[in-house]
């Protein structure tokens, strides 16, 4: 998976959950601050993002994943390793 | 006229009901005598011996949008959207967001929400539930938007009293007003129960009509053949205010919000107290909050569900709180059309009979063939013009509205002419 994936998988899910266009969500987008994005809503982006990616994001980690790009890492570094 | 106390004006009315997406499709069907009933085309109604509802004529899904939609319950949705245009017709008031209140609520609350996250829990595991499930459950969730999308910060309040909430919010919402705790409320019930576990739990009460072959005839008050309610859904608001904030706003109201009643039957709690004390206070202690004398009633909206039990007792109750006055009142049921609409029902109803009151015009009563023996009121089974003023002469002509729920609860409005 290229990080290009991953973002547009990414930005569909956040399209769909959190109603922000999907070519909105670019790398350097916080998600509180530029996404206008709640805690409750982030949850349910990383229970999504694990379906799309096989990758779990555990909450500890997820309260660190600040930024769009922040979980693109996130899910290259850790893409296989919980699938 | 004392002053004493601050007078409370309607000065907004929104709807979403069975009958139309907003307050003058509903009143338009009501006034045509149209039915909102239909067969339940879903499959699970099909193990029920009850396979009709009164479903909403517009999905609350698509005005409030697809991302907020999936947050909010169906119950919260329809009130939102009531709310909304409730708002507008007040004419978005401007408010001072610590004077604006909210007494918004529903009967049950979010159960199809609930329902869901249990299966989503059940089939797939606790975090795949959505995080929104708590708030969407929760009956104050309807409150709680309305509280976020309109600025209102004088406290946001939803008692639950079954099919009596959504009258004891609009009481609720005077009570706010008259203390001095907000200047403009927005007030109304909701509900979204149509789900195959709450017309299987009220099949089995054998509270619901079974006439599923004739859905548009099945909701029948005071006829002698009735058998039962037919569940409804939707909400009902009213924008509440301080007579003297609407005064300097220019905004013209739709009628006093003149007074409440309560009282509680402390008997069983899902049966009426057949001897009908509790309504009887409930309309009389209405009447004294609003200082209206019974000659003055032009029109009740009645609670009346269509249940055997129910309507006579209510239909007796009237007759014996207004006493000799109950002869030229026009009584209706709006729910032979909507079907019952529970948390929801004393807050549309309320709507329709401010509407009664602002057009001079009572609703009927459909289905109405063979008015029941135990029923010594005048029940309108067409459009029925209404006196343009009180009966004894100068006092403004006054409406009721009555809404009664499962533990008991009596609540009786009272509007009179602004």
Sequence with gaps: ?83 | MTVDRETVVVTGLGATTPLGGDVASTWAAMLAGRSGVRAITEPWAAQLPVRIAAQAAADPAEAIGRVQARRMDRCEQFALVAAREAWADAGSPEVDPERLGVAVTSGIGGIGSTLAAYDTLNAKGWQRISPYTVPMLMPNGSAGWISMEFTAHAGAHSLVSACASGAEAIGYGIDMIRSGRADVVLAGGTEAAIMALNVGAFAVMRAMSTRNDEPERASRPFDKARDGFVLGEGSGMVVLESASHARRRGAAPYAVAAGAGYSSDAYHIAHPAPDGAGVVSAISRALADARVDPSQVVHVNAHATSTPEGDAVEAQALAKALGPAVDGVVVSSTKSMTGHLLGGAGAVESVAAICALRDRVAPPTINLEDLDDEVPVDVATQPRPLAAHGRSGSPPPAVLNNAFGFGGHNVSLVFTAA
């Design chain 1, 1 to 83: 998976m290229t990080d290009q994936e991953i973002l547009a998988g990414l930005a569909e899910i956040i399209e769909e959950i959190a109603g922000v266009p999907a070519d909105e969500v670019t790398p350097s987008k916080s998600f509180v601050d530029d996404l206008d994005i709640d805690s409750l809503s982030m949850v349910e982006i990383a229970v999504a993002a694990q379906d799309k990616f096989g990758v779990e994001i555990p909450d500890d980690q997820l309260k660190d994943l600040t930024t769009v790009q922040d979980v693109v890492n996130y899910v290259a570094k850790n893409a296989g390793s919980t699938a």
